[in-house]
């Protein structure tokens, strides 16, 4: 008999629509506090991300979602951490293109499979990336810089972040692409490479749209090329590397929600259903605003398989061009 009844108990289970039968896997989560993980240290447009949705997730859910920093080896600690972390749906982590693409490319020592080691929730938020040059310089088109740098080779400088950055990556690439020697500058921080190509120490630099725009609109900086797989809005005169023939240059800076892989399917669907409650309230959506972010709806499947294409493509980068970090 109690045989027989397990037995229907399954197959009443198994007739269950397929959302219906996830939502009863995730009855009861959760019922403690939460963590959340931020691979940077604080005050930076991925922490103030972070602890926004968290707050947001805590009201929704009646929990405390506790936010954790830890910047230590460029994020590489705390995507262990999280890898390594019982896959419940009680530790979270908000990554970046950087920990979550280019960090097993740049780091080949670090144990950490970011692909298959993650249960991938949603792609956030998205950030263009844009070639800007000095107005000083007489080039006014992506094919008018390339013939410059080609005649005056080893005159041109551009500047990064730091060695191993996403900057530093992506244009060495480009240069390879275009056969072009500029020198590579590298700097302390986003904010001091864009302020040494707004005052003409270098020439050239990759730096992401908000940080750009309002030395665009005064006329400070000038864009040649969008990196992005379509045009900005905001940007609607510039063309895109595509469109210029530069099928394989579609570089994107990006925010994800993770939890550990082997996380139930119901929790993660869970998890991916809140946050798209949340990045549609007005409030969040003007601060994605204020932080320079555009809001993306890649969930789940879709957002690993991004990943997965993007881990590919930094690889692809970092052994064409042998850059290192610092």
Request: with cysteine.
């Amino acid at each position: 008999m109690k045989r027989l009844l397990v037995a229907f108990c399954l197959l009443l289970v198994t007739a269950l629509p397929a959302g219906q039968a996830l939502a009863q896997g995730a009855a009861g989560y959760p019922a403690k506090d939460l963590k959340w993980v931020v691979p940077f240290p604080p005050a930076g447009a991925s922490d103030i991300l972070a602890r926004l949705l968290a707050a947001k997730l805590g009201e929704a859910w009646g929990k405390t979602v506790v936010v954790e920093n830890n910047g230590a080896a460029s994020g590489t600690v705390a995507t262990e951490q999280v890898a390594k972390a019982p896959a419940d749906g009680y530790t979270i982590i908000l990554g970046t293109n950087s920990t979550h693409a280019i960090n097993p490319a740049i780091f080949p020592n670090v144990k950490t499979n970011v692909v298959k080691d993650f249960a991938p929730i949603r792609l956030v938020a998205t950030n263009t990336v844009l070639l800007a040059v000095h107005p000083s310089l007489p080039a006014k088109t992506l094919p008018e810089l390339i013939a410059y740098a080609k005649a005056n080779p080893g005159k041109l400088s551009y500047s990064s972040p730091a060695n191993g950055t996403s900057p530093h990556i992506a244009m060495e690439w480009l240069k390879q692409l275009a056969g072009v020697d500029i020198v590579h500058a590298p700097y302390r921080g986003a904010a001091a490479a864009v302020t040494a190509l707004l005052s003409g120490e270098v020439q050239v630099g990759l730096v992401n749209l908000p940080n750009a725009m309002p030395s665009v609109r005064e006329g400070k900086m000038r864009v040649l090329a969008q990196a992005g797989e379509t045009r900005h809005p905001v940007l609607p005169d510039a063309p895109t590397f595509v469109e210029l023939g530069w099928k394989d240059y579609v570089v994107e800076a990006w925010l994800g929600v993770f939890m550990a892989a082997g996380t139930s399917p119901a929790i993660t669907q869970k998890l991916s259903d809140e946050l798209d409650k949340i990045l549609k309230q007005p409030d969040v959506q003007a601060k994605l605003r204020e932080l320079g972010l555009d809001l993306s709806d890649i969930k789940l499947d879709a957002f690993g398989k991004k990943q997965a294409t993007d881990v590919a493509l930094w690889d692809r980068m970092v052994k064409a061009t042998g850059a290192k970090p610092d």
